[in-house]
């Protein structure tokens, strides 16, 4: 859920989420890329802020500020908001740079 608390069926988050608000990109498909929020970030996932709200299940790709593209999956998506989970969790260096910037 939004406040961290797990819905039904969803596994507990591992580590603490970093509140954030950046500017990312985000490409579902073959669709062009778009802006979204980035709203919050943990080493595993993020929650994004948009108006298209994809599918449970969907594969995308997200560009953060100054990352390589990176892999995800939305977990869960309602009221212009979705949660995904990273292919591959990011680095704690990564991470941190990130939160910081």
């Known amino acids: ?3 961290g608390t797990p819905d039904e069926g969803q596994r507990p988050r591992r580590t603490e989420r970093a ?14 890329w778009h802006q979204a929020r980035l709203k919050d970030l943990t080493p595993e996932g993020f929650r994004l802020s948009l108006t298209d ?10 560009r953060l500020p ?13 009221n212009f908001e979705a949660g995904c989970k990273f292919a591959a969790p990011l680095s704690p ?9």
């Open 53 to 62: 709200m994809p599918a449970v299940g969907t594969m995308m790709k997200i």
């Open 93 to 101: 260096y990564v991470f941190e740079h990130l939160v910081r910037q």
């Open 1 to 3: 859920m939004e406040d």
């Open 19 to 32: 509140a954030i608000d950046k500017v990312c990109e985000i490409k579902i498909g073959i669709r062009n």
């Open 66 to 78: 100054g990352m390589a593209i990176l892999d995800a999956q939305v977990c869960w998506a309602r």
